[in-house]
């Protein structure tokens, strides 16, 4: 069973990293939140398009390692449709779960990330988009960076 739950890590990891989805800026955004890790030199900019609570469009562009891409480019398929309130709930979930490794099945296929804490260096990668994710939510100005693990 462990064998295939990290093949599976693996190749969403790497599908996402060479595929990643909703790679683009996005003009009409109605927020949007810089990130920068300085361990790994992941940067990338995260956009929201929020109407009336709900987030109706999200996406991304930057360069950083696979797993911080690919992170980025699960979150964008995770909270579209998702209120502002959820998305925030889900970066808590996803925040304990790559940091303890015991995943978290109401997470769906975001359960792969749990493998990430094999990696403690690479925690800081996974979770960047993610705390982008919730400065912009929160109408943050300044640049989120990964040295301050915390919401």
Known sequence: M???VQELYQETI???CKNPRHFMEMKDATCSAHGHNPLCGDQLKLFLRV???IIREVSFVGSGCCISKASASLL???VVGKTTEEALRIFDAVHRMITTGKPDPSLGKLVVL???SKYPTRVKCAML???ALAA???GQTTQVTTELDER
Do not use: N
């Open 2 to 4: 462990f064998d295939e």
């Open 14 to 16: 790497l599908d996402h």
């Open 51 to 53: 109407d009336e609570g």
């Open 76 to 78: 964008t398929e995770t």
């Open 114 to 116: 749990a493998g990430v």
């Open 129 to 131: 988009a993610w705390h």
């Open 136 to 138: 912009a939510i929160k």
